[in-house]
């Protein structure tokens, strides 16, 4: 493996031999190939990932955030994004922003090369995120991660104290 020249620099090939592959479990046609570009450099507040989706394949999940402002930059390939149950065409160049509170958001590769883009938002301690078609509610603080149907939350009011 190639070591950084710099601990602030990263040559294309370094970048290359750090890509891993992943998919979303609640989605058997998601395939992600990247490389977590901020983990490798080591910043914790912003998170930065070179992504490639293979032809016919999928990001993640149908999502929002609560917390954790994300966007996504094309670089090559076509592309489907589902936003706030919209499709629209993607390619080199767009650019696409989700601010907290987002709308659900969700990326499909249609073309027949691969879609090319950077990721990016930011790491809070603490995230919710929706999967509106799933009906489900993801909360995650630090590494530990919960899941709860959408519909299982209770009202809480606090009492009056009376003096």
């Known amino acids: 493996m190639n070591e950084p020249e710099s601990p602030n620099l990263f040559r294309a090939d370094h970048i290359d031999e750090q890509q891993a592959c992943s998919s979303h ?14 983990r490798l450099a080591g910043l914790e507040r912003t998170g930065v990932s070179l992504v490639r989706i293979p032809p016919g394949k999928e990001s993640f999940v149908y999502h929002s955030h609560h917390r954790e402002e994300e966007w996504i930059y094309i670089l090559s390939g076509r592309g489907l994004a589902q936003i706030d149950q919209r499709e629209h065409e993607v390619g080199p160049g767009d650019f696409m922003a989700f ?13 027949s090369d691969d879609l090319v883009y950077l990721m990016g938002g930011e790491n809070r301690r603490c995230e919710v995120a929706d999967f509106p078609n799933l ?3 993801m909360l995650r603080l630090d590494d530990d991660v919960t899941v709860y149907e959408l519909g299982a939350g209770q009202e809480f009011e606090l009492l009056p104290i009376e003096r």
Do not use: D, F, M, Y
């Open 135 to 137: 009906g489900k509610r």
């Open 25 to 38: 479990p609640w989605n058997a046609n998601s395939e992600i190939h990247g490389t977590h570009l901020s």
């Open 99 to 111: 601010p907290t509170p987002s709308v659900a958001h969700h990326l499909k590769n249609a073309g």
